[in-house]
């Protein structure tokens, strides 16, 4: 069974609304969820065995991406975003440079 993906989010690390990722599908336009996190260990104080309280999570250093218009998480290096101004892409569709989500972007 596929665990999903749990994070924290940081909109200070990630304030955009949207982002280009590096490389592989440049073209789409992915919303960042936030850090990603997974249980972290604990030790026991008396015998020093580390065990999983299944409450305390720590980050990874990679984060949570989903592209506009899916629901699929994925999990990219935080280097790989770049931010995308507001009307750069479609908020329908995600495809950045498409226009048709109805957006003014007269003037802009």
């Not at 924290?8 to 990603?36: L, Q």
């Not at 260990?41 to 980050?59: A, K, L, S, V």
Request: some cysteine; hydrophobic content about 30%; aromatic content about 8%.
């Amino acid at each position: 069974m596929r665990r999903l993906p749990t994070y924290e989010i940081d909109e200070e690390a990630f304030p955009a609304e949207a982002y280009a990722m590096k490389g592989r599908n440049s073209g789409i336009a992915y919303r960042v969820y936030g850090w990603e996190t997974e249980p972290a260990p604990d030790t026991d104080e008396e015998t020093g065995e580390e065990y999983w309280d299944g409450e305390t999570m720590q980050r990874t250093g990679r984060i949570v991406v989903v592209m506009v218009g899916d629901d699929r998480k994925h999990i990219v290096d935080p280097d790989d975003v770049i931010p995308l101004n507001d009307l750069d892409y479609c908020a329908s569709c995600g495809q950045v440079g498409c226009t048709h989500d109805g957006r003014d972007r007269e003037g802009a």
